[in-house]
């Protein structure tokens, strides 16, 4: 059930930007241009712009998830500071929030009460993109409280979450996470970057699932295997 509203819902986030695409076209070089006053073909290219970057992001992201599902995708690993990463995304997200919003980074403290050095083998822009999504998913939908970036080492792998105090999640969507986005008032919002945070996860050899404990809000969880060569020094 989960997957056929997956490539349903694909069919038609796709189907929108390019009649955008295609209307604005037309009336940009239909003959027509003159009628246009400065603001109109001001506003036209912009949605060109949009419509195009956003369909070009969602093709690419169809052919990511392709891959991965076929088994083609290979990861690009480097070595990453954990809290340099997670410090510039926060920095990157403060402009995003609402007003009453606060944005928290929660890092790893050693017994001393120091930030942990760690340094992370990862595919640093898939694991980037993962955050970038789930903080983009918390601030859109927290218009007071607060957000919460933060990591945890264990044994054998490295917990990220994001966690903030907006709008629930059903919890009849939680087993669809992987195809299916924040529930809203008016039904289950698609949302094609939620699977591919999944695949991104099981490649690196961890997972991405939902924090049913949270009962406020929501807990957003992604973790990656050390499996990868990885450093930590205190």
């Known amino acids: ?5 997956f490539f349903l819902n694909v069919e038609n986030e796709i189907r929108h930007p390019l009649d955008t695409i295609v209307q604005a076209n ?7 241009t003159d009628n246009l006053s400065s603001e109109e073909r001001a506003k036209l290219l912009t949605e060109l712009r949009t419509d195009s970057k956003f369909l070009t992001e969602m093709v690419n992201n169809v052919l990511d998830i392709s891959k991965m599902e076929s088994g083609t995708y ?7 500071n954990v809290s340099d990463m997670c410090s ?3 920095e990157e997200f403060k402009s995003k929030t609402a007003s009453g919003v606060e944005l928290r ?5 050693d017994e001393n009460g120091k930030e942990m050095n760690i340094e992370l083998c990862t595919d640093v822009a898939r ?6 999504y789930y903080l983009d998913n918390a601030c859109k939908n927290t218009l007071d409280g607060i957000v919460t970036l933060a990591y945890e080492m264990l044994p054998d792998k490295i917990r990220f979450s994001v966690t903030d105090t907006g709008k629930d999640i059903s919890e009849d969507n939680v087993e669809d996470i992987s195809y299916l986005g924040r529930q809203k008032d008016d039904g289950t919002r698609f949302d094609i970057n939620s699977h591919l945070v999944h695949l ?8 991405a699932y939902i924090d049913t404990s949270c009962k406020s809000g929501a807990r957003f969880v992604f973790e990656q295997s050390l499996e990868f060569e990885q450093k930590s020094n205190t």
């Open 127 to 132: 694991l980037r993109f993962s955050l970038q």
């Open 200 to 207: 991104i996860s099981e490649l690196l050899k961890g997972k």
């Open 1 to 5: 059930r989960a997957k056929n509203s």
């Open 88 to 90: 510039t995304l926060i």
């Open 26 to 32: 037309l009336r940009l070089n239909g003959g027509s």
């Open 74 to 80: 290979r990861l690009e690993l480097d070595t990453i």
């Open 105 to 109: 980074y929660e890092p790893q403290k």
